[in-house]
C-alpha cells in the first residue's frame, strides 16, 4: 500500500506555487486528487515553435510538472519529488487558443512512480489529443 | 547519402529566431555544421523548478530544439522538420549559471532522422553532464 | 481517414506464422481487430531471466510483435510495418503461467503510426499489469 | 563514488548462465570491465521477424541484458539488478551473420543507474550499428 500523503493538496499546490519556470510558461493547476492531476495553460505566441505550432517544449514542459504533481499527491512526507526520465510522442501539430493537461499515477511506490500525461488543446469546446508523456519519477528525502 | 541542404545555415537560423518559445527562454544558437548544432542558455530563476533545479522542462526543451538544428542541416529543401518524439534521462539536479547543449544526427534519413542530444552545466568554466536527449524527427512538406 | 486494409486478416496472420522468433518464443495470436490485436503466451522457464522473473526481453517482444499487428490492420496495402522506436516500463518483476498482451493503435497514420501495448500476467485467473509499451512504427514498401 | 563489487567477474557470469531466455537465443558473454559488458550472437533463422530481418524484441533482449550486466558490475553486494525501463531506436532493418553489442554505464547510482547500449551486425568482418538503446535500471535487495 501506498500511503496518502495527508498534506498533498498545499504539498502539489506549493510544486506549481513556487516553480518560476511553471509561472513563467503560465501553467495553472487546475484540479487534483489522489494519483491524479489538471493543469490548463493559456496559449500565447511566446509558446510557438518556428511554423506557429506550439512547441514540444511547452507540452513536455506542461506533461512532465503534471505528472510530477500527481507523483506527489503519494509522496511520503519529508520528500521532494524528481523526474527520472520521460518520453514524449507528439502525435499531430498543436494548434490551438488553450491546452489542458492530465496526469495520472499508473504504478505508484515509495521510491520510484510510473506516471501517464495526456495533453489536449482546446478550440471551441473541441478538446484534441496532441500528446502523450510517459515517466519515471523518484522521491529523495529533502536536503537541510 | 542524405542530401546536405546548401542553405542550411541560414534554415536553421530561422528555425531559432522565429521560433517565440526558443527567444522568450533566451536559447542562443551557438555554433553548427553538418549533421550538428550546438546552444546556450543563460540561467535565471525563470527556468527553475520549485526546488531551486533547472527545470526538466528547460532541459528537454533545450535538446530538442537543438536537435532539430542539427536534423535541420541535412533537411531536404522545401520541407520543415517537427518531432516525433523524444526521450529525456535527466541524471543529476542541475544547477549551474549556463546550460549548454550539443546534439548529433546518428541516422539521417529522407523523411526520418534519429538524433541524439547532451545537456550540459557550466559554472566556474567546468562542464557537467546533467541530461541525455535521444529524439525521432520528421521532415514534412511546407504547407501553402 | 486512414484506410482499413481489408485483407487485414490475413496479413496479420502472417505476420505471427511467418517470424521465427515469435514462434520460437511460443507468441500466439489470440485476437484482433481495426486497430487492435491480442496475443497470448504459456511460460516457461526458457522466458525466465537469472532471478526467476520472465525477461524484459520476452515482455518488449510481445508488446513489440503484437503493437506491430495492430498497426498492420491499418496498413496501406503493399507496404510492411517495421518498428521506428519502443519504450518499455517494467512495473513489477513478472511471474505468471501465461502472459497476455493487448496493442491500440492510438494515431494511425500512412506513414507513421503511434501504438501503445499492455502486458499482463495470468495466474489462477487473475490479471495483473507488468508492462506498458509505446512505440512508434512505419510503413514501408515492400522490396520486390 | 560508486563502489565497485569485487566480485563482479562471477556476478556477470551469473547474470548471463542463469537466465533462461538468454541460453535460449544463444547471447554469449564476450567481455567485461568496470562499467560497460560485451556480448555476441550468432544469428538463426529462429531470430527473425516475418520479413527475414532480425527481430527487434531480439536486439533489445541483448541490448537489455548487456546493459544489465555492465550496470552490475557496479552494484552494492547483496543486491540484484531490475530494468525500470527502455527505449530501443532500431536504425536499419537488420541483416546479418553475427550480432554484438557494447553497453556502457553514464550514470552509475546506488540504487539507480542509467546505461546506454549500442547493437551492430557484424558481416564479412564489417560492423553495421543498427539499434541504441538507453535504460534505467535499479538495484534491489536478494529476497532470502
Sequence with gaps: MTPLNPHY??????????????????????NLGPGW??????VTPQHRQQNGFIHAGVQATMAD????????????????VLTVEFKINLLR???GERLRCRADVVKPG???????????????????????????????????
Design 37 to 42: 492531476c489538471e493543469t490548463e495553460l493559456m
Design 93 to 95: 501539430p498543436a494548434v
Design 110 to 144: 515509495k521510491t520510484i512512480s510510473f506516471v501517464e500525461a495526456a495533453v489536449y488543446t482546446l478550440q471551441n469546446e473541441e478538446a484534441k489529443l496532441v500528446s502523450k508523456l510517459v515517466t519515471t519519477m523518484t522521491f529523495v528525502p529533502v536536503k537541510p
Design 9 to 30: 493538496q498545499e504539498v502539489i499546490r506549493a510544486i506549481f506555487s513556487q516553480a518560476g519556470f511553471i509561472s513563467a510558461l503560465g501553467i495553472q493547476l487546475h
Design 65 to 80: 510538472h503534471t505528472a510530477g504533481g500527481a507523483a506527489a499527491t503519494l509522496m511520503p512526507e519529508g520528500k521532494i
